[in-house]
């Protein structure tokens, strides 16, 4: 495992300009004050860089410090000896969160290309339209719905990384269609 020093210039090193590699550096501090505070303050330090644009090889604009880690180029690496889309590929992000993949994989596959996108969560949804806004990107169909295998009514339960504190959202009821695209 590489140690903490190497993993932040990794982090640092994804930032486009110097701005967002000092945004990067404060998001690392943040989230490393985040992690040893009591859980009543750990709201405090996502609300610190709600809204805030980074710029890696994509534009995003994140919502929580978290949602920069999910974004930034180093994490989840070894799915770039996997995810290989071509020129013209249709794209199909289940669980699209606010672009990770949406957004790579649009610039590859190109006008000639489409990616689609699905996102329950009202709040992931909302930040994944700025995101493909930002990138000026006219091959992605954002859909707020929920991918299931059946049609019915589900509860979403969303990951812990996104509900730390305790939160009123205990689950998000989504109803689901078979009727296609």
């Known amino acids: ?4 020093w190497s993993i932040l210039l990794s982090h640092i090193r994804c930032g486009k300009s110097i701005k967002d590699k000092l945004k990067i550096m404060v998001i690392c501090f943040l989230r490393y004050l985040k992690e040893r505070s009591p859980k009543r303050l750990k709201k405090i330090f996502d609300s610190a860089v709600k809204g805030w644009i980074i710029e890696t090889d994509i534009k995003f604009m994140i919502g929580s410090i978290d949602d920069y880690f999910i974004c930034s180029p180093p994490h989840e690496q070894y799915l770039k000896d996997y995810l290989k889309p071509n020129k013209g590929d249709t794209f199909l992000d289940v669980g699209a ?3 990770k993949y949406t957004l790579r994989v649009a610039k590859v596959v190109g006008d000639e290309g489409l990616v689609i996108s699905v996102e329950p969560d009202k709040r992931n949804y909302n930040l994944l339209i ?3 806004n930002l990138n000026r990107l006219k091959n992605v169909i954002p859909l707020n ?3 299931w295998h059946t049609d019915e009514k589900l509860k979403l339960f969303l990951d812990q990384i ?3 504190a305790p939160s009123k959202r205990k689950g998000v009821v989504i109803y689901g269609s078979r009727q296609g695209l």
Do not use: L, R, Y
């Open 1 to 4: 495992m590489k140690d903490k």
């Open 97 to 99: 969160h606010i672009g």
């Open 130 to 132: 700025k995101n493909i």
């Open 145 to 147: 719905i929920a991918a």
């Open 162 to 164: 996104q509900e730390k």
